[in-house]
């Protein structure tokens, strides 16, 4: 009797590990940082892109706008791809479009935008990547949506896409 | 001479406790960096890797050191911006408590099995 | 045209199970004496089908026939013959005929070399045996087929892995399978042996060779996986708390408590249910880790390419094993009577319940710290790692009673002993502590904990050192074993207290300087080879001391598929290795260093060799200490 209980018990457990792994299975192993809830803007000071001089943060986001900060470099390859719609994005005025240009040769970065058009109001550099963290991002490119109160609200990991076009432009909807 | 010799000294001992303190960051750097998971690399800590990822997380951290602030306040910083993963020791919270638990209870169940199996005698 | 011959033969050894099988149980029921002849044959016929498809799928490596996918995705035609050869079971499809290769091997070997053993036991075995094959038969040609053919064919493969490319793990994973595939055998002998209630001290005898060779085996990859580990990717570590190293570990240490527990069976009929349990475990584990490691659902440095698929398949099959052998321990399993199993404490057995309790512990940390990320993952959608620290804090403060019973065990005898020597004893311990007080307060400033650790690990140094030159021999496979333990971990702990490590920036010409000597980056020279072209550094480092070493990491760019790597380079001496690796920095152009000065590396390996080294005197001994 006591046996049977032991047995059914372990039964279940190697069951229960059986659900656990085959639903393990089906998760990506690859992690990506989620925003589950709304945060506040970090508070930093950034050189600007053309200017070279500091610039407060609070003072980037100082209109009652809605922002989109995008977090770009000349060396990424996936950056080339999502420039276009950057493009289409910074024709839309009720938003402001700042880059953030992560641990790039700045040479580099001004021929990329000289090639290929200037979506952003204003570009901040970020030559140690250490911006990027505080947003919390870990790679490019990355794109955060920023409400009228400066929280972030949105975060796209990797290039944007016509698809994710339209769920940003229903968001400012 | 008397004079030269106290300066000398106190000198050397500023150096000294100066050059401590320096060896000292650099050692709780290496440590914090070993414990956060380099998140575009595999199963690699930041500390061993030099990717552009880990290479900013390094400069954070010895930036957030020198602003003075301690070991767990810069676990706290990491876990906000990227979530648990990032932290190669599982801090004791509700979430890992059967991770931490589960192997000690283990050890203690065993000691009683193993106890039991035993003829305590003494002559 | 090996394609074919390959893919048939594979079909021809599923096919050739059925037979066997059929067969086999036939004569399950036939009251001949000792097994029939066809059985064997067909055995051996099974065996040789595996291998003329693995030999077609070496040869089609070789020959670079890019019409089979298989050496498609993982060849290239620059890629010299050696590294051709060693990517057949570089890849999962190659690595899994391997698995295939070794089983139908094993069960042969085990078939010729048990003839003393009752028939219906050695048949059972086979049959279970069988099981496992027909598994690994199905998932091999259902899910993973080495042999697909491709058209049109390519003119190029895709290359190997280039930190695939090393001799280490050349041999690794054939040494690897031999341990994990010999723990198969282990698995269908134990299950056989309860079903004919032979769970005796002759079968203890029988099955110590298996387990002892499993053991050789398994020590020997895990040994290669980390040296490999050490040389390949660049960052002076050589145990990462990775999940597929925590998955090769698991089974050594069942393997490692159950090699000790058969000690026990051998002398008298104790502990069986555990035998059993461990014998069982320990293949479950194996193919445990074979489902973690294959399914991609961890996240880890080494990555198969991953297949939903494949993972399904592999996870049904070990939930299959696991319930046959849940089903027949339950069913068959007669416990004994429970005052013979009860054992006096101060007695060898007592010391070898304990060995086992502690490896218990081990082996549970390390399986629910690779396993529980997945648990909670499924459960909370919380995603955490588990790291070294973790597995750190856990086993290292449990190491100092472990060796501390580790040393003491060996001096009991069976059944029942009485502490002799106590003086000696005594004194050794006294003595180990002085030592390590001394020498650790010259050398560190956590002189109090590191103290406490490496005491204990002198201890079992010195006692068995002692053994080994004073006791005449009396049981030299043990001592050896125990020495290079704690030799083991000795250099282990010296390693990690006593590393140095500069990482800094450099230019070429540049010098840096750090207290204990200083770096000088003379040149850098640009080679061109078969299958990659290489940036090697040359620098010359003083230590305070005047001793010039003079080192060349190089950077090597391959062609196929286009990767770069960092080649450290080593120089090793019996005291002390000394690291030096160096990494691009992008857009700049200086180069990152990583220097580092690893005292007694060496000797990890050469007391894993010395600890595998015991274990094959066990198991050439002919007779048993009474």
Same mark, same amino acid.
Request: aromatic share 16%.
């Given at each position: 009797?006591?046996?049977?209980?032991?047995?059914?018990?372990?039964?279940?457990?190697?069951?229960?590990?059986?659900?656990?792994?085959?639903?393990? =299975? #089906? %998760?990506?192993?690859?992690? $990506?940082?989620?925003?589950? *809830?709304?945060?506040?803007?970090?508070?930093?000071?950034?050189?600007?892109?053309?200017?070279?001089?500091?610039?407060?943060?609070?003072?980037?986001?100082?209109?009652?706008?809605?922002?989109?900060?995008?977090?770009?470099?000349?060396?990424?390859?996936?950056?080339r791809k999502e420039h276009p719609i950057l493009m289409e994005l910074s024709?839309?005025?009720?938003?402001?479009?700042?880059?953030?240009?992560?641990?790039?040769? =700045? #040479? %580099?970065?001004?021929?990329? $935008?000289?090639?290929l058009g *200037?979506p952003?109001?204003?570009?901040?550099?970020?030559?140690?990547?250490?911006?990027?963290?505080?947003?919390?991002?870990?790679?490019?490119?990355?794109?955060?949506?920023?409400?009228?109160?400066?929280?972030?609200?949105?975060?796209?990991?990797?290039p944007l896409n016509q698809?994710?076009l339209?769920?940003?432009?229903?968001?400012?909807? | 001479?008397?004079?030269?010799?106290?300066?000398?000294?106190?000198?050397?001992?500023?150096?000294?406790?100066?050059?401590?303190?320096?060896?000292?960051?650099?050692?709780?750097?290496?440590?914090?960096?070993?414990?956060?998971?380099?998140?575009?690399?595999?199963?690699?800590?930041?500390?061993?890797?030099?990717?552009?990822?880990?290479?900013?997380?390094?400069?954070?951290?010895?930036?957030?050191?020198?602003?003075?602030?301690?070991?767990?306040?810069?676990?706290?910083?990491?876990?906000?911006?990227?979530?648990?993963?990032?932290?190669?020791?599982?801090?004791?919270?509700?979430?890992?408590?059967?991770?931490?638990?589960?192997?000690?209870?283990?050890?203690?169940?065993?000691?009683?099995?193993?106890?039991?199996?035993?003829?305590?005698?003494?002559? | 045209?090996?394609?074919?011959?390959?893919?048939?033969?594979?079909?021809?050894?599923?096919?050739?199970?059925?037979?066997?099988?059929?067969?086999?149980?036939?004569?399950?029921?036939?009251?001949?004496?000792?097994?029939?002849?066809?059985?064997?044959?067909?055995?051996?016929?099974?065996?040789?089908?595996?291998?003329?498809?693995?030999?077609?799928?070496?040869?089609?490596?070789?020959?670079?026939?890019?019409?089979?996918?298989?050496?498609?995705?993982?060849?290239?035609?620059?890629?010299?013959?050696?590294?051709?050869?060693?990517?057949?079971?570089?890849?999962?499809?190659?690595?899994?005929?391997?698995?295939?290769?070794?089983?139908?091997?094993?069960?042969?070997?085990?078939?010729?070399?048990?003839?003393?053993?009752?028939?219906?036991?050695?048949?059972?075995?086979?049959?279970?045996?069988?099981?496992?094959?027909?598994?690994?038969?199905?998932?091999?040609?259902?899910?993973?087929?080495?042999?697909?053919?491709?058209?049109?064919?390519?003119?190029?493969?895709?290359?190997?892995?280039?930190?695939?490319?090393?001799?280490?793990?050349?041999?690794?994973?054939?040494?690897?399978?031999?341990?994990?595939?010999?723990?198969?055998?282990?698995?269908?002998?134990?299950?056989?042996?309860?079903?004919?209630?032979?769970?005796?001290?002759?079968?203890?005898?029988?099955?110590?060779?298996?387990?002892?060779?499993?053991?050789?085996?398994?020590?020997?990859?895990?040994?290669?996986?980390?040296?490999?580990?050490?040389?390949?990717?660049?960052?002076?570590?050589?145990?990462?708390?990775?999940?597929?190293?925590?998955?090769?570990?698991?089974?050594?240490?069942?393997?490692?408590?159950?090699?000790?527990?058969?000690?026990?069976?051998?002398?008298?009929?104790?502990?069986?249910?555990?035998?059993?349990?461990?014998?069982?475990?320990?293949?479950?584990?194996?193919?445990?880790?074979?489902?973690?490691?294959?399914?991609?659902?961890?996240?880890?440095?080494?990555?198969?390419?991953?297949?939903?698929?494949?993972?399904?398949?592999?996870?049904?099959?070990?939930?299959?094993?696991?319930?046959?052998?849940?089903?027949?321990?339950?069913?068959?399993?007669?416990?004994?009577?429970?005052?013979?199993?009860?054992?006096?404490?101060?007695?060898?057995?007592?010391?070898?319940?304990?060995?086992?309790?502690?490896?218990?512990?081990?082996?549970?940390?390390?399986?629910?710290?690779?396993?529980?990320?997945?648990?909670?993952?499924?459960?909370?959608?919380?995603?955490?790692?588990?790291?070294?620290?973790?597995?750190?804090?856990?086993?290292?403060?449990?190491?100092?009673?472990?060796?501390?019973?580790?040393?003491?065990?060996?001096?009991?005898?069976?059944?029942?002993?009485?502490?002799?020597?106590?003086?000696?004893?005594?004194?050794?311990?006294?003595?180990?502590?002085?030592?390590?007080?001394?020498?650790?307060?010259?050398?560190?400033?956590?002189?109090?904990?590191?103290?406490?650790?490496?005491?204990?690990?002198?201890?079992?140094?010195?006692?068995?050192?002692?053994?080994?030159?004073?006791?005449?021999?009396?049981?030299?496979?043990?001592?050896?074993?125990?020495?290079?333990?704690?030799?083991?971990?000795?250099?282990?702990?010296?390693?990690?207290?006593?590393?140095?490590?500069?990482?800094?920036?450099?230019?070429?010409?540049?010098?840096?300087?750090?207290?204990?000597?200083?770096?000088?980056?003379?040149?850098?020279?640009?080679?061109?080879?078969?299958?990659?072209?290489?940036?090697?550094?040359?620098?010359?480092?003083?230590?305070?001391?005047?001793?010039?070493?003079?080192?060349?990491?190089?950077?090597?760019?391959?062609?196929?598929?286009?990767?770069?790597?960092?080649?450290?380079?080593?120089?090793?001496?019996?005291?002390?290795?000394?690291?030096?690796?160096?990494?691009?920095?992008?857009?700049?152009?200086?180069?990152?260093?990583?220097?580092?000065?690893?005292?007694?590396?060496?000797?990890?390996?050469?007391?894993?060799?010395?600890?595998?080294?015991?274990?094959?005197?066990?198991?050439?001994?002919?007779?048993?200490?009474?």
């Amino acid at each position: 009797m006591k046996n049977k209980i032991f047995l059914f018990i372990i039964i279940l457990f190697f069951i229960f590990c059986f659900i656990i792994f085959y639903k393990g =299975l #089906n %998760n990506s192993n690859i992690y $990506i940082p989620k925003l589950n *809830n709304k945060k506040d803007l970090p508070i930093f000071i950034a050189r600007d892109f053309y200017l070279e001089t500091e610039v407060n943060s609070e003072k980037i986001f100082l209109d009652n706008n809605f922002y989109i900060l995008n977090i770009w470099a000349s060396w990424c390859v996936p950056c080339r791809k999502e420039h276009p719609i950057l493009m289409e994005l910074s024709r839309n005025k009720s938003i402001k479009l700042i880059g953030l240009n992560y641990r790039d040769n =700045l #040479n %580099n970065a001004k021929k990329f $935008i000289d090639e290929l058009g *200037n979506p952003y109001s204003q570009i901040l550099i970020d030559e140690e990547g250490t911006l990027a963290v505080e947003f919390g991002a870990y790679g490019v490119p990355e794109t955060f949506i920023i409400d009228k109160n400066k929280k972030i609200i949105k975060k796209f990991i990797g290039p944007l896409n016509q698809k994710l076009l339209k769920e940003i432009k229903l968001f400012l909807k | 001479m008397k004079i030269i010799k106290l300066f000398l000294i106190i000198f050397i001992l500023i150096n000294f406790s100066q050059s401590k303190s320096d060896v000292k960051s650099e050692e709780l750097k290496n440590k914090i960096l070993k414990n956060i998971r380099c998140l575009i690399c595999q199963g690699q800590s930041v500390y061993d890797s030099e990717s552009d990822f880990a290479l900013s997380i390094k400069l954070i951290v010895e930036k957030k050191i020198n602003d003075g602030l301690s070991e767990k306040q810069i676990y706290e910083f990491l876990r906000e911006k990227y979530g648990e993963w990032i932290l190669y020791d599982p801090e004791l919270s509700k979430n890992t408590y059967i991770l931490w638990l589960l192997p000690l209870l283990l050890f203690l169940f065993g000691g009683a099995i193993v106890y039991m199996n035993l003829i305590i005698k003494k002559k | 045209m090996a394609n074919q011959i390959g893919y048939y033969s594979l079909i021809l050894g599923l096919a050739l199970s059925f037979i066997l099988s059929a067969v086999s149980i036939k004569d399950f029921y036939n009251n001949n004496q000792g097994i029939n002849q066809k059985v064997l044959s067909l055995s051996f016929l099974q065996f040789f089908f595996v291998i003329i498809s693995f030999l077609s799928l070496i040869l089609s490596f070789v020959n670079s026939d890019f019409s089979n996918e298989t050496v498609f995705n993982n060849s290239h035609t620059t890629k010299p013959l050696f590294y051709k050869i060693s990517g057949t079971w570089g890849n999962h499809e190659g690595s899994l005929l391997l698995w295939l290769l070794v089983l139908t091997l094993f069960i042969f070997l085990f078939l010729i070399k048990s003839n003393e053993q009752p028939k219906k036991y050695r048949i059972l075995t086979l049959l279970f045996q069988q099981v496992i094959i027909i598994g690994f038969f199905l998932f091999l040609l259902k899910t993973s087929n080495p042999f697909n053919y491709l058209f049109p064919i390519p003119k190029e493969g895709l290359g190997l892995n280039p930190i695939l490319q090393d001799p280490a793990l050349a041999i690794h994973p054939p040494i690897l399978y031999l341990g994990y595939v010999g723990s198969s055998i282990i698995f269908s002998a134990s299950l056989s042996a309860v079903t004919q209630n032979y769970v005796s001290k002759e079968w203890a005898q029988h099955i110590k060779k298996w387990i002892l060779i499993s053991w050789i085996f398994l020590t020997l990859g895990i040994m290669l996986g980390s040296i490999w580990a050490y040389y390949e990717l660049g960052w002076g570590g050589f145990w990462f708390w990775d999940p597929v190293e925590n998955v090769s570990l698991m089974p050594w240490l069942t393997l490692t408590a159950l090699l000790h527990c058969v000690l026990v069976l051998e002398r008298r009929v104790a502990l069986t249910s555990w035998i059993i349990i461990l014998s069982i475990a320990t293949f479950i584990l194996s193919m445990c880790g074979t489902f973690l490691v294959r399914s991609g659902i961890l996240n880890s440095v080494h990555t198969f390419a991953n297949d939903p698929e494949r993972g399904i398949f592999i996870l049904i099959f070990l939930f299959v094993l696991i319930f046959l052998s849940l089903g027949i321990f339950f069913l068959f399993h007669k416990e004994n009577n429970k005052n013979l199993d009860k054992i006096f404490w101060l007695s060898k057995e007592a010391s070898i319940l304990i060995n086992n309790w502690f490896l218990m512990y081990f082996l549970s940390v390390v399986l629910i710290g690779t396993t529980y990320p997945i648990f909670l993952d499924v459960i909370s959608a919380q995603k955490i790692s588990v790291g070294p620290p973790f597995y750190h804090k856990l086993i290292v403060p449990f190491l100092i009673p472990f060796l501390v019973f580790m040393s003491l065990g060996p001096k009991l005898n069976w059944i029942k002993s009485k502490v002799e020597n106590k003086f000696s004893l005594i004194i050794f311990f006294i003595i180990s502590i002085f030592l390590s007080f001394f020498i650790l307060r010259k050398l560190t400033p956590g002189v109090l904990f590191n103290t406490v650790l490496i005491s204990p690990a002198f201890y079992l140094f010195f006692i068995t050192a002692k053994d080994l030159f004073i006791k005449k021999f009396k049981n030299l496979p043990q001592s050896i074993a125990h020495f290079s333990f704690s030799m083991l971990l000795l250099s282990i702990l010296f390693n990690s207290i006593l590393s140095l490590e500069i990482i800094t920036n450099i230019k070429v010409g540049e010098k840096y300087n750090f207290d204990k000597g200083q770096i000088f980056f003379q040149k850098l020279e640009k080679n061109k080879n078969s299958n990659y072209n290489s940036v090697i550094g040359h620098f010359k480092i003083n230590n305070n001391k005047g001793k010039i070493i003079y080192l060349k990491p190089e950077l090597r760019i391959y062609n196929q598929p286009v990767t770069i790597t960092s080649e450290a380079d080593i120089k090793t001496t019996l005291l002390a290795d000394t690291f030096l690796v160096m990494n691009l920095v992008k857009g700049k152009e200086y180069f990152n260093i990583r220097y580092q000065v690893k005292p007694f590396m060496i000797w990890i390996w050469i007391s894993v060799l010395l600890l595998s080294l015991g274990g094959l005197m066990s198991l050439l001994k002919k007779k048993y200490e009474k």
